[in-house]
């Protein structure tokens, strides 16, 4: 089974900051990688697949890359909306596996 | 819009079999995999299990001695039931839709059911 690991595992950042959240696979997943946004008590919304493109009605401002074991999602300028649980998501191989999460709160 | 709605018990006895199930409407339900994925209070995400329109499934193998996904197409639904439920199946429990060929990510959710494992 692939084990995806997230970090940090909360982050503490100011609206219009840049962040950057990571994601590690524990082998090669190629760019089979998704990552969701969850707000309290709400399902996860998909943000961006195949590594870095976008789900239609996504900002600009999200954006992802990456390859193989080593994936990042950026948030260039960070908004009010964005302060929520960041997942990542491999499907290279059964059984899909979600990263624990990053927490992006506010500073 | 295609929307997922989803029901089934809240509350399930210890040993007991967990039935939840998930309507699709406003859309098409061939060409997907209809997935169940569950999270546990202030925890990360993990996929259950999946079904197509045909009935072709795939299971975590984590949790497949005790799940059954099954597909009622005449009513675009499926199901999901959990057995041998303990406290450590406490989750919310999402129904999803996944893309087919390589895109196997989530695109569409529903709601969630918190389901509480006591007796």
């Known amino acids: 089974d692939i084990q995806m690991t997230q970090s940090p595992s909360t982050l503490s950042a100011s609206v219009g900051d840049r962040v950057t959240l990571t994601c590690r696979a524990s082998q090669n997943i190629n760019i089979w990688l998704a990552w969701y946004q969850q707000k309290p008590g709400k399902a996860p919304k998909l943000l961006i697949y195949k590594t870095s493109t976008l789900e239609s009605g996504v900002p600009s401002t999200f954006s992802g890359s990456g390859s193989g074991t080593e994936f990042t999602l950026t948030i260039s300028s960070l908004q009010p909306d964005d302060f929520a649980t960041y997942y990542c998501q491999q499907y290279n191989s059964y059984p899909l596996s979600f990263g624990q999460g990053t927490k992006l709160e506010i500073k | 819009q295609v929307q997922l709605q989803q029901w089934g018990a809240g509350l399930v006895k210890p040993s007991e079999t967990l039935s939840l199930s998930c309507a699709v409407y406003g859309g098409s339900f061939s060409g997907y995999y209809w997935t169940w994925i569950r999270q546990p209070p202030g925890k990360g995400l993990e996929w259950i299990g999946e079904?197509?329109?045909?009935?072709?499934?795939n299971y975590n193998p984590s949790l497949k001695s005790r799940v059954t996904i099954s597909v009622d197409t005449s009513k675009s639904q499926f199901s999901l039931k959990l057995s041998s439920m303990t406290a450590a199946d406490t989750a919310v429990y999402y129904c999803a839709r996944k893309y087919g060929s390589s895109s196997w990510y989530f695109d569409l959710w529903g709601r969630g059911t918190l389901v509480v494992v006591s007796s």
């Open positions: 079904i197509t329109h045909s009935g072709n499934t």
